[in-house]
């Protein structure tokens, strides 16, 4: 058990990570430590790595998260969902994927993301091995941070190339959304290799 606090929000946090991909986060406060929000947070994430044969390989990783909270609004931002980027749904720029709200007095009017209360996130990759420690990968993800269970989800395909080091990967991806318009992103990730 881990304590943890803000300058308004103390909670108390349980994190559990057993293997190199699996990790589970519970966090949770209320007015009786003092806090201005009372929430009870679940985030849980994990990642598995199937050997199809000689050189191929297919990738799976899958995020969730939830929240219980009585006023979403007292919800500070760090304790918010947000979805998109590198390792989140590729092709989406980071963190913008979220509920937005209008910014009110704007003209043009603009839309500011507030963060989700809950997150669910998916990818696919199947990876070839190549000489000299390359390797090269399709993949698609799905996703998105959302406040009903529901919501639309987005989703993106795209090609990236490896290369692996005894404990650690490099990878550029290029990614096209495919649930809206959008022009391809470029992802560069660090990773461990397990």
């Not at 300058?7 to 057993?18: G, K, R, T, Y």
């Not at 993800?141 to 404990?167: H, Q, T």
Request: proline share 8%; aromatic share 12%.
């Amino acid at each position: 058990m881990v304590a943890c606090s803000t300058a308004s929000i103390p909670c108390d946090s349980a994190v559990l990570s057993f293997d190199p991909g699996w990790y589970a986060e519970l966090i949770g406060s209320g007015a009786v430590l003092g806090s201005n929000a009372s929430f009870l947070r679940l985030h849980l994430r994990d990642q598995w790595r199937f050997k199809l044969g000689p050189g191929w390989y297919l990738i799976s990783r899958a995020e969730f998260g939830a929240t219980l909270v009585k006023n979403f609004d007292e919800l500070p931002t760090q304790y918010r969902f947000f979805a998109g980027g590198d390792r989140s749904v590729r092709g989406f720029a980071f963190n913008s994927l979220s509920p937005v709200e209008p910014v009110p007095g704007t003209n043009p009017p603009e839309e500011l993301r507030t963060g989700g209360k809950h997150l669910a996130v998916g990818s696919v990759e199947i990876e070839r091995d190549l000489p000299k420690n390359f390797a090269v990968a399709l993949f698609t993800d799905v996703g998105n941070a959302f406040n009903r269970f529901g919501d639309p989800m987005e989703y993106s395909a795209g090609i990236g190339v490896r290369y692996k080091l005894p404990f650690v990967g490099f990878g550029i991806d290029v990614a096209q959304p495919l649930s809206r318009s959008g022009s391809p992103r470029l992802h560069i990730n660090v990773s461990p290799v397990f």
